[in-house]
């Protein structure tokens, strides 16, 4: 099975269908971008994933999906068609398609993917991972380079990906404070992949998700994050290889592209959950009720 031809090609008919979908300006100004219309697109997206990989053996686990089982497969192939739905519909970021692969039909851990495969379907760069190496492709470019994490940094060095979106400031800045203050800069637009493949060329430095809320496929591109020397634990410093893809769940986690950097992560986020998150918690709640009712005043 010849991967990379196959997620490239997935890869522009998706792109191909999301160009032809009108943009919806007077919808994002009026606030009307609401769940029904990720739904559809998700939909129509999942549809094109499964009409192109319909003649091969394979296991097919597309995200929010029951799985599509075949008793003679020899593969099980995780896909995520659009990383970033609610992105691509504001027109901001870069929303991907993500797609993993294994030479396995049943018991798929994470650390038994063989290949993962990114290309932002807004920049229309793309990043693919074995399990030796990982490179890169610029849209604007024609040749994939190896490329690898920036593995030397401290934290005030560091640029951060940490993530209070999706109405979930209170639990970011509860599990993550001090990196907040500490690092050198902070980005996020959450998609999840391609802050991964960042991550993996050197671009950013880590990224800490502790909002309760992201499933397992925004881990799919761990095989690129691996193969240029970077790391994926939870909050105790366990490898997340071990983390079963056949189902869907919540997990909170730390992806790093330097050791030294991850350590001191690890003990800043410890030491803070062990003496200050409880009464930071309280004090974030005292803001969310003065606010309440400041509005209410308001209003």
Same mark, same amino acid.
């Given at each position: ?5 196959i997620?490239?090609?997935?890869a522009?008919?998706?792109a191909?269908?999301?160009? *032809?979908?009108?943009y /919806?300006? /007077?919808?994002?100004?009026? @606030?009307?971008?609401?769940g029904?219309?990720k739904?559809?697109i ?12 319909? =003649?091969y053996?394979?296991n ?19 896909v ?20 993993a ?12 993917? =063989?290949?993962?495969?990114? /290309?932002g379907l807004?920049?229309g760069?793309?990043y693919y991972?074995?399990?030796t ?7 604007h470019?024609q ?19 940490l993530?209070? @979106? ?5 639990e ?6 001090p990196?907040w ?29 502790c ?36 189902s869907?769940y919540?997990?909170d986690y730390?992806?790093?592209?330097? @050791?030294y ?13 062990? *003496? ?8 974030l ?6 606010? /309440?009712?400041?509005g209410?005043?308001?209003?």
């Amino acid at each position: 099975m010849d991967y990379l031809p196959i997620c490239s090609s997935i890869a522009a008919n998706l792109a191909t269908f999301l160009d *032809n979908l009108p943009y /919806q300006h /007077q919808s994002i100004i009026n @606030g009307n971008i609401n769940g029904k219309a990720k739904h559809e697109i998700d939909c129509q997206a999942s549809e094109i994933v499964r009409s192109c990989l319909a =003649d091969y053996p394979i296991n097919l686990y597309l995200e929010g999906e029951h799985p599509k089982l075949n008793p003679h497969a020899n593969y099980s192939i995780f896909v995520d068609p659009i990383d970033g739905t609610s992105n691509w519909l504001r027109q901001v970021g870069d929303p991907s398609f993500v797609m993993a692969i294994a030479a396995k039909s049943s018991d798929v851990t994470l650390g038994d993917l =063989d290949f993962a495969y990114v /290309q932002g379907l807004r920049s229309g760069d793309c990043y693919y991972g074995t399990q030796t190496a990982a490179y890169f492709q610029n849209a604007h470019s024609q040749d994939y380079t190896q490329i690898y994490c920036h593995s030397q940094v401290s934290l005030e060095d560091a640029i951060a990906y940490l993530r209070p @979106g999706y109405h979930r400031a209170k639990e970011a800045l509860s599990g993550s404070f001090p990196l907040w203050v500490c690092c050198r800069d902070i980005r996020s637009v959450d998609n999840s992949a391609m802050e991964f493949c960042e991550i993996a060329r050197g671009a950013a430095d880590f990224m800490v998700e502790c909002r309760h809320l992201s499933d397992n496929y925004n881990l799919l591109a761990y095989p690129i994050l691996k193969s240029a020397g970077g790391y994926l634990v939870d909050f105790r410093g366990n490898s997340l290889a071990s983390l079963s893809l056949e189902s869907e769940y919540i997990v909170d986690y730390v992806a790093c592209g330097s @050791g030294y950097l991850l350590r001191e992560i690890l003990h800043i986020i410890q030491r803070w959950e062990q *003496n200050h998150e409880k009464s930071f918690r309280s004090f974030l709640g005292e803001i969310e009720r003065e606010n /309440q009712v400041l509005g209410s005043q308001i209003a």
